[in-house]
């Protein structure tokens, strides 16, 4: 890929070719949304020959402007175009005039060394293709109950299809994606694939599937719970709001139980003991897979706790684990734009060159030779640096976007000698130079072999995992056997503490389980239940485990009567009830899934002790904990926390607009006395 530095780009710019092929889009706020433009840029040189600006060996295609104001039909547009990494046509504004059969543009603009650019004015010149489109967006508007009924349908039938995968004895889906078949139990995958094709019902849908994200995010499972929750507590909350209920009250009500009950659910909580209670949990969140079970207990005990855990697809059939060098950041990425699995929101990158320097990035041309070397060698580039500017940000995202480059920016978390301390150690996992001004080492006279590698690299919006490549292995081991002599050797206490931290992260390694199976059906739903199995018991050692099967929740609900004794507002005692209703949803519905009465089930749970609860597997009441029937408490928290957060907002809606949908032209003309 040619970058062209700024002083090289001549002065004078014209427009020899373009087509309207898009048009204005504005919405009935007077707002133009979009304009879309193709055609060919080319500069005037001083041998009066003509070179057409390219990007990766294409010409600029397409271009999108974000509007400022509209008067009287005289559109003015601003943005940011990037010819190129060195920034060319940084800024410019163009001005439309809109006639009825011809139209006026002005471009004009600067380099990003401030010199302008000659303007020229285009009028009758360009070929329309298709008009341009002026659109006011119009919506449907719902009030009142017909808005929460419509919200309401699309939420029974998302967490329809869900429920039913609850429980050990839980069916599974079947997820059809164009001409590819999946075969799901997990819940949150599912919840994201529905799409309802009535706008408010899928707009309740949303809600839900939005319940399902976070509680993903945050604890990695008990998703289906956590709709079945927000289902019932939705439910109820409508029914009463019918019968002339004070919907914030309610909304109040909920919150404060959902608070008090959540601080019962800690104080009720215990630790992770050992290996029995991490094969338990993971294999309960896998579906009662015992193997995976023991593959992740397995994981753990080699990693530790401060180990990661990453996810991969096999080549055979066999599912297999091995641990490798490896560390976890606690920092995302800096902008979603560079995510690359959309499914997961994450970014990916294999055998990734890792850039790595204590000094914020200010510019774009300090990274030009490396992002130059990246592109030709078609590696993707991992940045973990103290800072970078947003224009360096927005031109390495916009780059990123058009296939440029393959790029992702970690700003390195910490203060001081520890963060200092952590990038020395991401360098030695990756095998980088630290560009440091401290040791001489600057961005500008920065070279590709300055550069790090890393056979993997998974970023979240808030953790990094690095896998370190082979060839880093020997000087890991001497840097962390320097580090245990420079602790045995220290008597601070603040040293011995930081010290510790760092060889825990640096030889933690990480556990690399490659899932194997015979059909990619099987496979897709094997990484699923792994992934599950996996957070949860991540989320087990920092919260500690309740009991399972659901009787935590049934448990608490038995704590609501006096709770509601300190609620003065009769509609916040209602709002009470309603969620100890909703606490014992999930207990049926396991009871259901399994064959069994579910009232019944749950009437004999309330009668018992906080440990015993009905084992759906075994088909018996007993001591949950003995029997290794345990879920992790923060992902009971976070279920209860999200569901009763997206209930309260559904209550309180009182008017709902959605786009109005059109009805589809029949592909053949009616024939009157034919019917069609």
């Known amino acids: 890929m040619a970058v062209a530095a700024a002083s090289q780009v001549e002065r004078s710019l014209r427009w020899t070719s373009g087509v309207v092929v898009g048009g204005v889009v504005v919405e009935s706020s007077g707002l133009v949304t979009a304009v879309s433009l193709s055609g060919r840029w080319e500069v005037e040189g001083n041998k009066k020959q003509n070179s057409t600006f390219k990007r990766t060996g294409r010409p600029v295609q397409a271009v999108s402007f974000i509007a400022v104001s509209v008067v009287a039909g005289h559109v003015t547009l601003r943005t940011e175009l990037i010819m190129d990494l060195a920034g060319t046509l940084k800024h410019f504004s163009l001005h439309v005039f809109v006639k009825p059969h011809a139209a006026s543009f002005c471009l004009s603009g600067k380099e990003l060394n401030g010199k302008p650019m000659a303007c020229r004015l285009f009028q009758n010149s360009i070929q329309m293709m298709n008009k341009f489109v002026v659109r006011a967006g119009p919506k449907k508007i719902v009030f009142d109950r017909k808005c929460r009924e419509a919200l309401q349908a699309g939420i029974d039938k998302l967490a329809d299809v869900v429920s039913v995968t609850l429980g050990p004895k839980g069916r599974n889906v079947v997820l059809g994606d164009s001409e590819t078949l999946k075969v799901i139990n997990d819940g949150v995958t599912i919840a994201k694939a529905i799409e309802l094709p009535d706008a408010i019902e899928n707009a309740g849908a949303m809600l839900i599937q939005e319940v399902a994200c976070k509680v993903n995010d945050s604890a990695g499972d008990g998703t289906t719970t956590a709709i079945i929750l927000a289902r019932e507590m939705i439910k109820s909350g409508l029914l009463t709001v019918a019968f002339k209920g004070n919907s914030v009250s309610l909304k109040r009500g909920m ?3 959902v608070k008090e009950l959540i601080k019962i659910l800690k104080k009720r909580s215990f630790p992770v003991k050992g290996e029995d209670d991490i094969r338990a949990v993971a294999s309960i969140s896998a579906g009662n897979d015992n193997f995976i079970g023991d593959l992740i207990a397995e994981a753990i005990i080699k990693i530790g706790r401060d180990g990661i855990i990453t996810v991969e697809s096999s080549s055979t059939s066999e599912t297999s684990m091995t641990v490798e060098e490896g560390m976890k950041i606690d920092k995302g990425y800096m902008s979603p734009h560079f995510i690359t699995n959309q499914d997961n929101s994450t970014v990916e990158f294999e055998n990734a ?18 992002l130059e070397k990246t592109t030709q060698l078609a590696v993707p580039l991992l940045i973990i640096a103290e800072d970078i500017t947003k224009q360096v940000l927005e031109t390495l995202v916009l780059n990123q976007k058009r296939g440029v480059v393959r790029v992702a920016v970690v700003k390195c978390p910490g203060l001081g000698d520890g ?3 952590l990038l020395q150690d991401i360098a030695l996992l990756t095998g980088a130079d630290l560009l440091s001004k401290d040791l001489g080492l600057t961005l500008l006279g ?13 970023i979240t919006c808030n953790v990094t995992t690095i896998v370190a490549d082979p060839s880093t292995k020997s000087e890991m081991r001497a840097r962390i056997l320097q580090m245990k002599k420079d602790l045995a050797e220290t008597d601070n206490a603040c040293l011995s503490r930081k010290l510790s931290e760092r060889i825990a992260k640096l030889s933690g390694g990480v556990a690399v389980i490659k899932v194997g199976a015979d059909t990619e059906v099987e496979l897709e739903d094997r990484r699923l239940r792994i992934e599950d199995a996996k957070n949860a018991t991540f989320s087990a050692m920092n919260e500690g485990l309740v009991p399972g099967g659901c009787a935590a929740l049934v448990h608490l609900s038995e704590d609501i009567p006096q709770i509601k004794q300190f609620l003065e507002d009769p509609d916040e005692q209602i709002g009470a009830e309603i969620v100890r209703k ?14 069994v009465d579910g009232e019944f089930v749950v009437e004999k749970i309330r ?30 928290r976070c279920a209860l926390e999200n569901a009763v957060s997206i209930a309260g907002l559904v209550l309180t809606a009182q008017a709902i607009l959605v786009q109005k949908t059109k009805k589809p032209k029949p592909l053949v003309p009616h024939v009157p006395g034919i019917s069609p």
């Open 607 to 636: 009668a018992s002790d906080w440990q015993t609860g009905y084992n759906a597997m075994t088909d018996r009441f007993e001591d949950l904990v003995d029997a290794g029937v345990v879920d992790p408490c923060c992902v009971t």
């Open 255 to 257: 919150e404060k139980t």
């Open 582 to 595: 909703a606490l014992l949803a999930p207990a049926k519905l396991i009871a259901a899934n399994a064959g």
């Open 419 to 421: 963060k200092k301390a």
């Open 446 to 458: 920065a070279t590709s072999d300055q550069l790090g590698i890393a056979r993997k690299v998974t």
């Open 353 to 370: 060159k890792v850039l790595v320097t204590d000094q914020k990035i200010s510019t774009v041309q300090e990274i030009i030779p490396i």
